[in-house]
């Protein structure tokens, strides 16, 4: 660690200094949810189960991504900042995978129950096809890590694109059904899915184009799925050369940070159930017709009953 720190290598110590403080407030945030909730359950329209479930799937996804901001590397490339057997991109994968599933499932939990109380059958039916859709990304993910075919990681980050274009739809279904908080948390979620799929579009499903558009101009070929499985176990590049993670730096930034800010926003909103529906615009105007009724119904029955009495 200490050569970290020396010489060209120290932007990179600070930019794994700047993940490993960013990972370990995630992971308090989380254990704050987890005392609040987990311990007093009681008040939400979900049982402690759908409560357990959702601080489970958090806590995948947050200790995963801290887990990958202490110990950086990138996959394909076999490249790691530190020597140690964690470092191994088959370790390193399989945690990603698990993270990576887990805030699907997040995502399909929150737009379930929202879509619910709404009754928004887009929101349902997007709910029931995230999860899906990112089991797909992550076999071109491990075929790609594997085969070091990079043909393969850029199909996988488009399906992600296309999954959070399907979410940000559900998300903008919701907007109308919703006043208060959740519409200004909707509004925050839209424009957070906008800059995540212009990134996507932009930026990561073009640099994984590009390397393998120079992978076939350099005649490198790609390994066979077994050779490529020993290979992953087994090989790691420990470097400090800027030059080598300059191109991973800013998703990785962004994946370390606001996308778990993001899955911690998705845990509250789904513990906090029964706080979001009162914010559910239509029950409002249904009570309210209601009462209407009543009274009328009141003042057909007792047409001479005074007014103050009613």
Request: charged share 15%.
């Amino acid at each position: 660690m200490r050569m970290l720190w020396q010489g060209p290598s120290r932007p990179l110590a600070w930019w794994w200094a700047f993940l490993t403080l960013a990972s370990i407030g995630n992971v308090a945030l989380w254990f704050l949810l987890y005392r609040q909730f987990y311990m007093a359950p009681t008040g939400t329209l979900g049982g402690a189960t759908d409560i357990e479930l959702m601080l489970f799937l958090c806590a995948a996804y947050v200790f995963g991504c801290a887990f990958r901001s202490v110990l950086p590397r990138a996959d394909v490339q076999r490249i790691c900042l530190f020597d140690t057997w964690l470092s191994s991109v088959v370790i390193g994968r399989s945690v990603a995978t698990v993270a990576e599933i887990s805030f699907a499932a997040q995502w399909a939990i929150v737009l379930r129950q929202l879509g619910g109380m709404a009754g928004a059958d887009t929101t349902l039916t997007v709910a029931a096809i995230v999860v899906p859709l990112i089991v797909v990304a992550q076999c071109c993910s491990w075929y790609g890590v594997l085969t070091t075919n990079y043909l393969a990681n850029a199909i996988e980050n488009s399906i992600w694109a296309v999954a959070f274009l399907l979410v940000g739809i559900a998300v903008c279904r919701l907007l109308p059904e919703f006043e208060g908080i959740v519409r200004v948390g909707l509004v925050v979620a839209i424009i957070g899915i906008a800059g995540y799929l212009a990134f996507l579009i932009t930026i990561d499903v073009p640099m994984y184009l590009s390397r393998w558009q120079e992978s076939i101009a350099d005649g490198q070929e790609a390994l066979r799925p077994m050779q490529g499985l020993r290979d992953a176990c087994t090989r790691w590049v420990v470097t400090h050369d800027f030059a080598h993670w300059k191109d991973e730096i800013a998703w990785m930034s962004l994946y370390f940070t606001a996308a778990v800010w993001a899955s911690l926003a998705l845990c509250l909103v789904s513990c906090l159930e029964g706080g979001v529906s009162r914010y559910r615009i239509e029950p409002a105007a249904e009570a309210l017709s209601i009462e209407r009724r009543q009274h009328a119904t009141i003042e057909a029955r007792e047409p001479n009953r005074p007014a103050l009495d009613r």
